[in-house]
């Protein structure tokens, strides 16, 4: 099992930036990737970004693609996401997610996928 702690969140106004990171620890050789999600009050937990720990792929939900970066530091077992240019609908409780199956595809942008998490951070933007 991977253990999963994520910092970073906090308020900001419109337009701002924030950097969330996730620390990794534990069984993290298993880990084959890693992603954010994020979850609003009222609604269903959605993919943000992806990343794997095997080459440069990085994958990124529609609505932040160009505002959002993710990165990772193996050697650290660190992964940050770089959020910019926020708007008051990226609002949420933002999660760490790793994966220890190759994943291909669509595949990475499906919860189900995802076998360990952490607590969450909150984000809240405001206008």
């Known amino acids: 099992q991977v253990q999963l702690v994520e910092s970073g969140g906090g308020l900001v106004q419109a337009g701002g930036s924030l950097r969330l990171s996730c620390a990794a620890s534990?069984?993290?050789?298993?880990?084959?990737?890693m992603g954010w999600f994020r979850q609003a009050p009222g609604k269903e937990r959605e993919f943000v970004a992806a990343i794997s720990w095997t080459n440069v792929n990085t994958y990124y939900a529609e609505s932040v693609k160009g505002r959002f970066t993710i990165a990772r530091d193996n050697a650290k077992n660190m992964m940050w996401l770089d959020m910019n240019s926020l708007k008051p609908e990226d609002t949420a409780v933002y999660y760490c997610?790793?994966?220890?199956?190759?994943?291909?595809?669509?595949?990475?942008?499906?919860?189900?996928?995802?076998?360990?998490w952490g607590q969450g951070t909150q984000v809240t933007v405001s206008s």
């Open positions: 997610a790793a994966v220890g199956r190759p994943l291909f595809g669509p595949t990475w942008y499906v919860r189900s996928m995802y076998d360990d």
């Open positions: 534990g069984r993290t050789f298993s880990i084959n990737g």
